[in-house]
């Protein structure tokens, strides 16, 4: 057939003389091609679209001179067929004078309706790879992103497991299948397998293949890490367990074993342990702190007392009812805790008298407006000293940030004082009776306080 034999681009031909191209990448659903099939046989030939054809010798030189390679209508040409019509109407694009220009011929045809069959696609662009066109060159000679490119090429490296799921599962698009490429066969199957369970959307797809993707790079980092470690088991006396991937990125400072243990962690290069590492930090800046102070050595943040919790409970409840509970004019709460004015100042009070604490302590505040400075702070914490030189001691009387042996004596002296003054006399009563007694004149005292001053909060 020569071109003069068509001097029209539009002809009716022997259905014989076409020929199925090899890189059509549009596959046609069941329900579709039966309903096209039954459209053509309604309408018949006249009644259907032209396929578009380019002269067989065009671009292969050896075919013969009346063949015709169907550039766009394949399925249309196949149904023809199978009609068993002997001819069809053809338009023949003489513009096409090679195979890539034939390609991309039929794949602008499809993509303007949209009926390219992803893995097709993909073993299109494989066939120009092929014949030595770069991802880059692809994408721009059919007007796509290089990464359209890369992803359905990637496509071509899913394992035959995960096709069979994307052949069963109708919800599964290629934008579900993108994500998972490159992560091991196991995962593949099941985020996808979740994906279809749950109805997934894509986004839900890349999130999750984004979280698989960070582990694995995360226990490949891991893994090198290790591998270059000194200490590649836990230096913990009666451990030795491996290292493990653990909580926080890994590090080479940072290996931890499978106990579950914070302790258990250890520098890799050196084996010491994080106990070890914080103790001298501790040292450093315990170091630092004395130097700044111009001391020699760290001060102890409390004084010894020989009087028990329970007594300096005592003499804080009496020192509650005799000189504060009377100052005060509004409660925040039934505890022993509310606020007064002394020399024009907003004073704020909070007692605490649990027994559930191994401890008694109290705060006083000054509120200048603007904020709440403490003016008065006394925490007392029971002790039991196993040391003969210590054992007459039963507390401690908390002392912040001491900055001299000075300041120490001075805390000493207050507390004592502050004990003698407000300590009950000795009594014959059992500390339980003892007890008793002052929790009921502390309710007698806020019953009388109720009384004359309105509770905050309208309580």
Partial sequence: MTKQ???????????????????????????????????????GVLGIEPIKVVPAHNIYPDQPNDALIILDGAQRAGLALELKWPEIWVDVEYSVVDEVSAMLYTWRKL??????DGFKEAQFYKSLVDKGLTQKQIAERFGVDQSTVSKRLGLLTL???????????????LRHVEPVLGLPEADQVEILRDAVKYGDSTRDVEERARSVKQDLERQKKFEEIVSKAK???????????PAVIGWGNPNVLSLQCSSGNWQHEWDGNTGKTRSQRMAKERAAQMKADLE????????????????????????????????????????????????FEVDGKTRVLEVNLNEAWEGVGWSLEVNDGKT???????????????????AQY????????????????????????????????????TPQARKSELSREVHAALDKLEAEVPLAGGK
């Fill in 372 to 390: 709440y400075k403490s003016v008065v702070d006394l925490t007392v914490t029971q002790v039991e000293y196993k040391a003969k030189h210590l």
């Fill in 394 to 429: 039963k507390s401690q009387v908390g002392v912040p940030s001491p900055d001299s042996e000075k300041q120490l004596a001075d805390a000493e002296k207050s507390a004592n004082l502050f004990f003698e003054t407000y300590a009950s006399k000795p009594t014959k009563k």
């Fill in 111 to 116: 993509y303007e309706r949209g009926s390219i």
């Fill in 292 to 339: 700044r102070k111009g001391l020699s050595k760290k001060l102890p943040d409390y004084v010894n007392s020989e009087r028990s919790v329970e007594e300096w409970r005592t003499a804080m409840v009496s020192y509650v009812l005799s000189e504060l509970l009377p100052k005060i004019k509004s409660l925040e709460d039934i505890e022993i805790r509310g606020e």
């Fill in 5 to 43: 034999s068509l001097e029209s681009t539009r002809q009716l031909v022997q259905t014989s003389r076409l020929v199925f191209n090899r890189w059509n990448p549009n596959v046609l659903s069941g329900e579709k091609r039966e309903a096209l099939k039954a459209d053509m046989k309604q309408n």
């Fill in 231 to 241: 200490f590649k088991v836990c230096p913990m006396e009666g451990c030795g367990k």
């Fill in 159 to 173: 394992p035959e497991s995960v096709r069979a799921l994307m052949s069963k599962a109708d919800k599964l698009s």
